[in-house]
């Protein structure tokens, strides 16, 4: 697939995405290249009620320049829907997302979702998940965090999180992803991981040569 396909396919599965938003939404945005193009598919609608918040700072500032009213996420505690891409898609449904270092507010805005909509291209479908697994840990103690987790390496160039945390990357293995879900999420220093199980999305739309299919989860 050249970088252009992929570009219109992740365009594709936004606008089929954007289709589900309705005015007057609570509305969780992810991060990444995919949502992205999710932005002025929302843009072109032209609502006039819709209250978003914004997982990382390129999609608040996206999303503010196309007019989109963006707030902060103190001001609400439920969202209706949100829409985010993903790295890799199982068969099974777990996901592994945080390529842009967002997994851990785009997990709250996830969770916080009445309804989470993950948008990809063809490419981020897998057999089955593979490191990495990213992570965002504590820097207080973070030897000790990586030394606990083993197999893990702070990512090379990676800022900090907005909130101060350190991304780093489980190289492991991942072949029980619900077992690792719950080993990293017990392991102290651990901020949270890019394991987004079954149960927290409601849809899966990828687009593909084949056109745009949907695929409801929990
Ligand atoms: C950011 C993410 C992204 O949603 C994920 O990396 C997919 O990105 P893209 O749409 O650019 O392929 O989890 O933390």
Same mark, same amino acid.
């Given at each position: ?19 589900? !938003? ?36 390129? *999609? ?13 996420? *103190? ?13 890799? !898609? ?18 709250? $805005? ?7 909509? $993950? ?5 981020? $479908? ?18 000790? *965090? ?65 056109? $745009? ?6």
């Amino acid at each position: 697939m050249s970088t252009t396909e992929a570009e219109d396919y992740k365009r594709a599965a936004a606008i089929a995405a954007a289709e589900e !938003i309705e005015d007057g939404m609570r509305l969780g945005l992810g991060t990444g290249s995919t949502v992205a193009h999710l932005l002025p598919a929302i843009a072109a609608r032209g609502f006039t009620r819709l209250r978003c918040v914004a997982t990382s700072v390129a *999609t608040e500032r996206q999303a503010a320049d196309l007019g989109l009213t963006v707030e902060p996420f *103190t001001s609400l505690t439920a969202l209706d829907l949100a829409i985010d891409g993903a790295d890799q !898609i199982a068969p099974d449904g777990w996901i592994v997302k945080g390529g842009g270092g967002a997994h851990t507010r785009e997990k709250i $805005v996830a969770a916080a979702a009445q309804r989470f909509v $993950v948008i990809a291209d063809g490419t981020k $479908v897998v057999d089955a998940l593979a490191a990495p697994v990213p992570l965002e840990l504590l820097a207080y103690g973070l030897p000790a *965090t990586l030394a606990a987790l083993g197999d893990t390496a702070v990512r090379e160039g990676a800022p900090p999180s907005p909130d101060g945390g350190v991304i780093a990357d489980y190289a492991g293995d991942v072949s029980d992803p619900a077992a690792l879900a719950a080993r990293l999420s017990d392991t102290p220093g651990v901020i949270d991981h890019g394991l987004f199980p079954p149960s927290l999305t409601s849809e899966v739309i990828v687009a593909g040569p084949d056109g $745009v299919t949907r695929r409801a989860l929990a």
